[in-house]
């Protein structure tokens, strides 16, 4: 597969962070590009900002929601317990495609 096709699948890129305030100040420093709060998640317990990336793709910085501390079972992206930032993922944009779904970085 050519790098532009792998390209044109990924519908955005997940930034996971303890602190969204935190996220969005490391994005802004190492892009130059401040992201807009986005919304809440509720069920996962989390948080997050969007920046564009483009036209057709985006970065989600996602982090626990400090409201929403007492949920049940383990927020996304292993963000209980969560060190450094990084990237996390690439969620894909075709969902008819047998190789949808999120593909996560390994840890390091």
Do not use: K
């Amino acid at each position: 597969m050519l790098l532009q096709e792998l390209l044109a699948r990924v519908d955005h890129l997940v930034y996971a962070t303890c602190e969204l305030d935190r996220g969005v100040a490391e994005i802004e420093q190492f892009l130059g590009v401040r992201a807009s709060l986005g919304g809440r998640h509720p069920t996962w317990g989390t948080r997050n900002a969007l920046a564009a990336l483009g036209r057709r793709c985006y970065l989600e910085i996602i982090a626990p929601d400090p409201e929403h501390s007492a949920r049940v079972g383990a927020r996304p992206f292993g963000l209980d317990g969560f060190g450094s930032s990084r990237l996390v993922g690439w969620p894909q944009t075709r969902p008819n495609s047998s190789n949808f779904g999120p593909r996560r970085l390994g840890r390091g």
